[in-house]
């Protein structure tokens, strides 16, 4: 079934409010099963809670000081995801139906960006289709509909369902405005590694290390380095929109030192892929000769701040 709505959005992402043309599709249902839902950050795999988490305290780094500064210490697990997020969901059901796992390649020229079905697997999430990365026998790779909300900027609850070749499994998922992960170059999500991040003064990007400065080919002369890091759980349409319904403003931390504002090239993240953000910065002379450091990326929203990674399990990169 095929219809037309205007002045609506139902998460799949229509923030002019325009009249979009949808598509509804059922699909077969053979059976009902419980289920048991995990899920985590699509850059590093952070465990996902519904429910706050704590912060632990800071642990003392070994340091010949006689006051080491402690090391910040990533939770156990975060609040929530955020609207166009890439999210890895875990699951356990009480069939074992077979799925031939299947990767998917997304395209921003197109609508969806990434298949709404994939091996025999439709997911929704309130109603929206979910994109769908990757299906296998226990893990679904998605992509969550750009166009919920985290009702006035609180975690919000949504309910899920999965279609796994007729098998029909529920759940529900928490949202949340901002939820930053930094990728790897890691094929597998996962804690520490190396940050994503590439040098693109020049049109031929270079991977690190980084110099602060870098010899621009176009002009022959030295420039402050600019950097591209990639990271998901920053959707720009949301977060940083002309008129903003709530206060927003991001922060990168490399080591002890804050990337300014006037350093921030992007005004707000660019979609790069389905889930996939970018932000570009300029180095700043001040982390000549920092070595090997972490990257974390905040987004405070009125007042609560929503961070990548912190120091402990956060992605490295090394500057010369």
Not at 21 to 42: D, V
Not at 120 to 139: D, H, I, P, W, Y
Not at 221 to 241: D, H, I, Q
């Amino acid at each position: 079934m095929t219809f037309n709505l205007a002045l609506t959005e139902i998460g799949t992402g229509n923030s002019d409010l325009a009249s979009e043309a949808f598509y509804f599709l059922l699909p077969t249902t053979l059976s009902q099963s419980p289920a048991s839902f995990n899920f985590a950050t699509g850059a590093s795999r952070i465990p996902v809670s519904a429910s706050p988490v704590p912060t632990p305290n800071p642990t003392p780094t070994p340091s010949p000081l006689p006051s080491p500064s402690p090391t910040p210490v990533t939770p156990s697990a975060v609040q929530g995801v955020s609207p166009g997020m890439l999210v890895i969901l875990d699951f356990t059901t009480g069939v074992n139906n077979q799925v031939v796992a299947r990767t998917a390649v997304g395209s921003l020229q197109r609508r969806f960006t990434l298949p709404i079905e994939l091996s025999g697997v439709t997911m929704t999430v309130n109603g929206a289709a979910a994109g769908l990365k990757f299906v296998s026998q226990r893990e679904v790779v998605f992509v969550v509909p750009p166009g919920l909300t985290a009702v006035n900027s609180n975690p919000t609850v949504y309910p899920v369902v999965v279609n796994n070749n007729g098998i029909v499994f529920r759940g529900s998922i928490t949202i949340v405005p901002a939820r930053p992960d930094i990728f790897t170059f890691s094929p597998v999500p996962a804690p520490n590694g190396r940050a994503r991040i590439l040098n693109i003064t020049n049109t031929v990007f270079r991977t690190e290390p980084f110099n602060v400065t870098t010899l621009r080919i176009r002009g022959g002369r030295r420039v402050p380095t600019v950097l591209r890091v990639f990271l998901t759980g920053v959707n720009e349409s949301l977060l940083f929109s002309p008129a903003p319904s709530f206060n927003a403003q991001i922060t990168i931390r490399i080591g002890n030192s804050e990337i300014s504002s006037s350093q921030l090239l992007t005004t707000r993240p660019v979609l790069r892929e389905p889930g996939i953000y970018s932000i570009d910065f300029t180095l700043p002379p001040e982390l000549l000769g920092a070595g090997d450091v972490p990257i974390i990326i905040s987004v405070t929203i009125n007042g609560v701040i929503y961070q990548s990674r912190l120091d402990d399990t956060a992605p490295r990169f090394r500057i010369l």
